[in-house]
């Protein structure tokens, strides 16, 4: 991809929470094409390093710190090590969220003769639902915390949050993914507020449904075929097919950019091939 290419962000610091994930760390190697200094932030390492290291042999500047979003001091740690290394941070990624099998059910909806052993509604684990609204809201609400205070008073300064579909309408089976979700679009509008007399903008993306490692399993059985539940999701996309991660580029870039998007504040950009317009009929 060439978009990158035409936005400069050079001597800026982009710090990506999340950037060990296979969508963080995509964006985090287009971004590095702008010409800023990267900082990909994950509890895995590994992961982080990895994209890390390519984006260092193609010419870009990153290193990967390993840190929890879920503790402050770890967040603040890096903080510390990222201004020794590259200098304070200019734009904020919170991309860091997930969901938990412990708090998804396996019926869409709750019936009078649910077969045997179907984890209902009834059956969430309590601790799966914290670590879902954990992750997602407090794992946006304390790197914007640390990382917001060298913000303030900067020249073009801004951060972005990942939200989802979920926030718009809630999917069946997920409601504390759609839940945390939804915190954080309506986070996302209370930041821009907060910050707005300090020259901090805040937006977030709501990316559709893109295949990834993490749920192609749900979306395609053994033979590649989808499965009834994205045929649902895609029945319901206007534009009759999934997103590919390139396709979150663009809005990225351009909530980023002050030259394109100085005067945008607050907005939660669907990302979606039209499924948010869409009501079924």
């Given at each position: ?106 019926n869409e ?29 407090l794992g ?73 490692n993490q ?67």
């Amino acid at each position: 991809m060439k978009i990158a290419l035409n936005h400069s962000f050079t001597n800026k610091v982009i710090v990506i929470t999340g950037a060990g994930g296979v969508l963080c760390g995509f964006l985090a190697k287009q971004l590095a094409k702008t010409g800023a200094k990267i900082a990909l932030l994950d509890i895995n390492l590994e992961g982080a390093n990895q994209f890390a290291e390519e984006i260092n042999a193609q010419g870009g500047i990153a290193k990967a710190y390993q840190t929890n979003v879920l503790e402050l001091a770890s967040i603040q740690q890096t903080n510390e090590q990222i201004k020794q290394d590259f200098g304070s941070c200019d734009f904020l990624i919170n991309g860091a969220g997930g969901n938990s099998p412990k708090a998804t059910t396996d019926n869409e909806f709750h019936l009078l003769d649910l077969p045997e052993n179907t984890k209902s509604f009834f059956d969430l684990d309590k601790s799966g639902v914290e670590f879902v609204f954990n992750l997602n809201y407090l794992g946006t609400l304390l790197p914007t915390q640390v990382f917001a205070k060298d913000m303030v008073g900067k020249q073009g300064a801004c951060i972005i949050n990942i939200s989802s579909m979920n926030a718009f309408t809630p999917l069946t089976k997920i409601p504390a993914y759609s839940g945390a979700k939804a915190a954080i679009s309506n986070f996302t509008q209370w930041l821009a507020v907060h910050f707005s007399k300090v020259g901090i903008r805040c937006n977030a993306i709501a990316p559709g449904f893109l295949v990834s490692n993490q749920n192609r399993g749900l979306l395609f059985d053994a033979e590649g075929n989808p499965t009834p539940r994205a045929n649902k999701i895609l029945t319901n996309t206007p534009m009759g097919r999934f997103g590919e991660a390139e396709e979150l580029v663009g809005g990225i870039l351009f909530l980023l950019d002050e030259n394109y998007s100085s005067f945008v504040n607050g907005v939660v950009l669907p990302i979606d091939g039209g499924f948010s317009a869409y009501s079924g009929v």
